[in-house]
């Protein structure tokens, strides 16, 4: 069997969305390898969140060595979120982060107008995408579907 490159995952194996201005905290740490202490980068995250890893300035649930993404998203979006542990330089966290669509949804009412319309919203990026490169896309599997 052969060994397993070191990986970084998040808390929970997954990132929960997350509310636009309301306080927001996730572990990350590296499986499989690299020795601590680590040196972490993030890029992608929205406006108003960063990472720390310092002992005694992350939140007292993470653990030594790992890194948190924390903070209050201030721009709604979806980000990809990359984040780089010096230990291990050829492994990359992405995951992406859905922010502010939950705003939209209370406890016990949601505004399904304004719930779509923030979906519609940010999907027109990938839709004008397609919309644009339809006809390279369309050549494309084509030509892949015939030998």
């Known amino acids: 069997m052969p060994a397993q490159l070191p990986f970084i995952s998040p808390y929970e194996n997954a990132f929960q969305d997350v509310s636009l201005g309301q306080a927001f905290s996730k572990g990350i ?8 202490p680590f040196t972490w980068t993030a890029l992608g995250l ?29 721009v709604a979006g979806l980000y990809n979120l990359s984040a780089k542990s010096a ?32 979906l519609l919203i940010t999907s027109l990026p990938v839709i004008v995408a397609y919309l644009v490169f339809q006809r390279h896309l369309v050549r494309g599997i084509v030509a892949g579907a015939v030998k």
């Open 87 to 118: 230990a291990t330089e050829t492994v990359t966290l992405v995951k992406t982060l859905t922010v502010g669509v939950l705003q939209l949804q209370g406890r016990f009412t949601t505004d399904y107008p304004a719930l779509m319309a923030g």
């Open 29 to 36: 740490s590296v499986h499989n390898g690299g020795r601590a």
């Open 46 to 74: 929205p406006p108003g969140v960063s990472i720390r890893s310092a002992l005694g300035t992350t939140n007292g649930n993470i653990s030594p060595g790992d890194a948190e993404i924390w903070g209050n998203a201030t």
